[in-house]
Structure formats: C-alpha cells, structure tokens
C-alpha cells in the first residue's frame, strides 16, 4: 500500500517561513492534500491538488510537489498557525494520509 | 451554511455492533461524494470508507474491509456507516467529510462523533 512520510515536528520562528514536506514514491504524479487541524477541532482543508488554496485560506499557505516530495509552506509564521499539518493522496483505491506533522511557532 | 452533523457513537462492547450517521445540509447532498476518516486518540487522521454521490462507487480501508458498511440516503440528506465485529482499536472520532468537486479534497468536515469500544 502506498505510504506517505511527514517528519514528526517543524518549529518556525514567528513571521519566518515554515516548510512541511511530505514524501512518497513518485508523488509528484498525484494530487496532494494538507489540512490543518488544531487540538480539539476537525481538519481543515488549507491545500488541494498540490497548490490552490480554498477560500478563506490565506495567501500565505502555499504548496509545490514535485518527483518524491510535496512540500507545504507557510509564510510569515503566525501563533494562531501552530497546529498538526497532514498530507493526503489517493492511492489506488484508498486515501492516505501521512502521520502528521507538528508545527511549534516560536 | 454547510454543515455536517454526526451522531450515534458511543461506548460498546468488543465483537458489538454501531451505526453512526451524518446530517448533512445547506448544499445539494445528492450530488457530492462523501468520506468518514477516523482519529485514536492521540493519533493521526485514518481514512475509513468512501461513496460517490450516487453510491456507485464505495471504497473501504483495509483495516475495515468486511466489517464495515457505508451506506447513503440522498432523499435523507443522510450519510452512514455501519460497524459492526467492533474491535479496540476501532476507538476513534469519527468524521464525516464532503468530497468536493473535481478533485478538490474534503472540503467539509463534522465534528466527530466517538466510538469507544470496551468491555
């Protein structure tokens, strides 16, 4: 079954840029989610297919995915953005998400 | 306002049975596919189950292959998961999602409703 690997934890300076990667075999060939999800709340969508952003989501979520690694970032850090990040593909008839990862802005 | 309201979880005994269902409105139901994911505690998001819009299509995660069943009711505006041989580790919140169109991810979440299983 298809895998995706996040690190555990990102830490971010405030108004820095934090860069979230998600990596997985040939995962530039599909379309890749991040959602956001912070303690006690559900997910939120930030990211769908590699780089457009919902409305609402503010500019400065981006997302590139190229070869093996699809890469969130999240521009002039803010408090309010620390949080768990997942990545998401669809495999070949299933989701996955990666195991998430932990963005500590400091 | 979209909105996606879960309910029917609860504590049950290992080997039992539960049904969870999510309301959905303020969009066209019938014309959306929909997810369930699923979180331990203190854990990651787990895709569950998916079902186009007019049930044509379902999918299941291996770790509930034949034990669970995602069902729909567009006249209902109604989304379900039956679980039944519920095991430990099947505690989770459990969320239903609205798929949005073309590709662009769950866009629409619930609040979860927990499953605890134990005896």
């Known amino acids: 079954s298809y895998e995706l690997t996040q690190p555990l934890s990102v830490s971010v300076v405030l108004g820095q840029t934090a860069r979230i990667t998600c990596g997985g075999n040939?995962?530039?060939?599909?379309?890749v989610y991040w959602y956001q999800q912070k303690p006690g709340q559900a997910p939120v969508l930030v990211i769908y297919?590699?780089?457009k952003r919902p409305s609402g989501i503010p500019e400065r979520f981006s997302g590139s995915n190229s070869g093996d690694t699809a890469t969130l970032a999240i521009s002039r850090a803010q408090a309010g953005d620390e949080a768990d990040y997942y990545c998401?593909?669809?495999?070949?008839?299933?989701?996955?998400f990666g195991a998430g990862t932990r963005v500590t802005v400091l | 306002e979209v909105q996606l309201v879960e309910s029917g979880g609860g504590l049950v005994q290992p080997g039992g049975s539960l049904r969870l269902s999510c309301a959905a409105s303020?969009?066209?139901?019938?014309?959306?596919?929909m997810n369930w994911v699923r979180q331990a505690p203190g854990k990651g998001l787990e895709w569950v189950s998916y079902?186009?819009?007019?049930?044509?299509?379902?999918y299941y995660a291996d770790s509930v292959k034949g034990r669970f069943t995602i069902s729909r009711d567009n006249a209902k505006n109604s989304l379900y998961l039956q679980m039944n041989s519920l095991r430990a580790e099947d505690t989770a919140v459990y969320y239903c999602?609205?798929?949005?169109?073309?590709?662009?991810?769950?866009?629409?979440w619930g609040q979860g409703t927990l499953v605890t299983v134990s005896s």
């Open positions: 999602a609205r798929e949005g169109y073309d590709s662009s991810g769950s866009d629409y």
């Open positions: 303020g969009f066209t139901f019938g014309t959306y596919s």
């Open positions: 079902i186009r819009s007019d049930s044509s299509t379902i």
């Open positions: 040939n995962v530039g060939s599909k379309n």
């Open positions: 297919r590699d780089s």
């Open positions: 998401q593909v669809w495999g070949s008839s299933s989701y996955v």
